[in-house]
């Protein structure tokens, strides 16, 4: 380079080097020593900093930054449906609900270990919660992670075999880290989708974890995969390497409307008093969403 412009630059020749600085640092992408580095030169200069503490100082701002944005791209990818963690989980909610287990598996070497998590419960008693707050997790210690229900994933598997793409979704499916299939046992599954999803569990057996939620015992599964062979087989792999976590308990959602329905009836004023059967909620009355809600 021909930069030389004498011992003392001003004016535009002084603006020449954070001119071409811009632009290589756009060249060679690196967002956050872009738009930091003029604040942390002034920074340094207050500072007293020497070059290579600068430079240190850009780079773990740059590197923190990716960081970020590369936990934030994986989370994306998961396709949760809703972001949850086990910070907003009460466990005093669900008290058959083993914490000490829960806990260490947000730390996630059952992932490195591929092993797998099946959480067995009614409904509403934060099945789906856990297996969001285990997959959070995942993505923010670089675990790959997909989330999907049972019934969309063998859609999606048929879809994918007609389409003749089945090898292509079946490598993704493999090639993910952590695999979370909520909600099996709500739909019952077609035959030719039931042994896709076995097949998919097959592969994956020893090579990556799966997340299990189900509303339903192990008992009840051939009637979901509509074969005790298919079943046997499918449970004898996927609980080799298994953690359970065992959720029956009250429903979440019912007990919070019931506390809803109970604080909204202590609200009534007290003038228009009624006798009891008149303030009573009939059936009608009742959450909606607790009749239709299948999750
Ligand atoms: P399930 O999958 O077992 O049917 P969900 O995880 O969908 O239940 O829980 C239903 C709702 O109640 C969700 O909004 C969930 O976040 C919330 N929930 C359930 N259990 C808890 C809990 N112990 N602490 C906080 N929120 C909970
Ligand atoms: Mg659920």
């Not at 030389?4 to 004016?11: E, F, H, L, Q, R």
């Not at 789906?128 to 670089?142: D, E, K, N, P, S």
Request: proline share 5%; with cysteine; net charge positive.
């Amino acid at each position: 380079m021909t930069a030389k412009a004498g011992p003392t630059p001003s004016g535009a020749t002084a603006a020449v080097p954070a001119v071409l600085l811009a632009h290589h640092l756009k060249q060679l992408e690196p967002p956050t020593v872009l738009r930091e580095y003029e604040k942390v030169a002034r920074e340094a200069a207050r500072d007293g900093v020497d070059h290579v503490r600068y430079l240190l100082r850009l780079v773990e701002l740059e590197l923190l930054d990716r960081e970020r944005r590369v936990t934030e791209r994986r989370i994306r990818e998961a396709r949760f449906p809703t972001v949850k963690s086990f910070d907003t989980f009460d466990f005093a909610a669900i008290p058959g609900l083993n914490k000490m287990l829960a806990l260490e598996l947000g730390r996630c070497a059952f992932i490195a270990r591929r092993e797998n998590v099946i959480a067995l419960g009614n409904s509403g008693t934060g099945k789906t919660h856990v297996a969001l707050a285990l997959g959070l997790a995942a993505c923010q210690r670089g675990f790959s992670t997909f989330f999907l229900t049972a019934h969309a994933l063998a859609s999606q598997l048929m879809e994918a075999r007609d389409e003749k793409r089945l090898l292509k979704l079946q490598a993704q499916l493999q090639n993910v880290k952590l695999l979370i299939v909520d909600e099996l046992g709500y739909v019952p599954l077609s035959q030719v989708g039931a042994e896709l999803l076995f097949e998919v569990f097959s592969q994956r057996y020893e090579r990556g974890s799966i997340i299990v939620t189900s509303n339903l015992p192990f008992e009840e599964w051939p009637a979901v995969f509509r074969s005790e062979r298919l079943t046997g087989a499918l449970l004898d792999r996927l609980t080799h390497h298994v953690h359970i976590l065992e959720m029956n308990g009250e429903s979440y959602r019912l007990k919070q409307s019931a506390g809803r329905r109970r604080a909204a009836k202590a609200e009534q004023p007290k003038a228009t008093v009624r006798p009891d059967h008149a303030a009573a909620p009939s059936e009608h009355d009742r959450d909606p969403n607790a009749a239709s809600q299948l999750s």
